[in-house]
């Protein structure tokens, strides 16, 4: 079990170009989220999956934003024709289940910067 | 709707004393889970410790303890004897069944030594 691993940890683009980012869950976790954060912030929800299937997202997850779990394994998050205001951290997390004891395990994140 | 609320923006510890870090939440659900998470500066959330609900008796791991008061609803970390390495964010989080993880502003720690 390596943890939940995310790429890449940096990325830096010029405004309106589309960027991808990966995150593989520890095994065997069904419940994959991503979470954006802006310095000082905490961490806001973006979406989750249960398995491959996307059950929530959230209103800041704007028509520019797409996030897919193909096979319920890996996931991808990708934002087109970025904004400056897209630069943060975009953090993953996987969780065995979606009991309410269960915690999530976070990768280190991939730090966007638009320029 | 699920909200955390955590008042204390930045805390300063003497080195080796106790420091309690605040967190109130809100929700309808009557079955819900608290964690607390630190975040060193190098980014990577770490879970620290969990209280459900239900749970009769406060948790504790190691120097992490957590005062639950549920009529209340605040669920405080404690952290016993700091360490520099205690030094960092730390985000008070809720999860009702079923649903996301919702977190609070956090709030950074600063121990001296």
Redesign the interface.
């Known amino acids: 079990d390596t943890g939940v691993s995310q790429n890449p940890r940096h990325k830096i683009t010029k405004r309106g170009q589309n960027v991808t980012f990966r995150c593989d869950p520890i095994s065997e976790h069904n419940r994959l989220?991503w979470?954006r954060q802006t310095l000082?912030?905490?961490?806001?929800?973006l979406t989750?999956f249960q398995n491959e299937a996307q059950l929530?997202k959230s209103r800041l997850l704007s028509d520019r934003f797409s996030a897919e779990r193909p096979k319920g394994s890996f996931s991808t998050l990708e934002i087109q024709r970025t904004e400056q205001g897209d630069s943060a951290?975009y953090?993953c997390?996987s969780s065995q289940t979606?009991?309410?004891?269960?915690?999530?395990?976070?990768?280190?994140?991939t730090?966007l910067t638009v320029v | 709707a699920q909200k955390i609320t955590q008042t204390q923006p930045g805390m300063f510890v003497q080195e080796k004393e106790a420091v309690t870090l605040d967190c109130t939440y809100d929700t309808s659900d009557p079955s819900y889970g608290l964690f607390w998470y630190k975040q060193p500066s190098s980014g990577e959330m770490i879970f620290l410790i969990y209280q459900g609900s239900y749970d009769q008796q406060n948790a504790t791991e190691g120097r992490y303890s957590l005062n639950f008061q549920k009529a209340r609803k605040s669920a405080n970390l404690v952290i016993s004897a700091s360490q520099l390495g205690d030094s960092a964010m730390y985000f008070c989080a809720m999860r009702d069944y079923g649903q996301n993880f919702v977190f609070g502003p956090g709030t950074r720690l600063s121990v001296l030594p």
């Open positions: 989220y979470y000082g912030q905490g961490p806001e929800f989750y929530e951290m953090l997390a979606g009991s309410t004891n269960t915690e999530a395990f976070f990768g280190q994140g730090r």
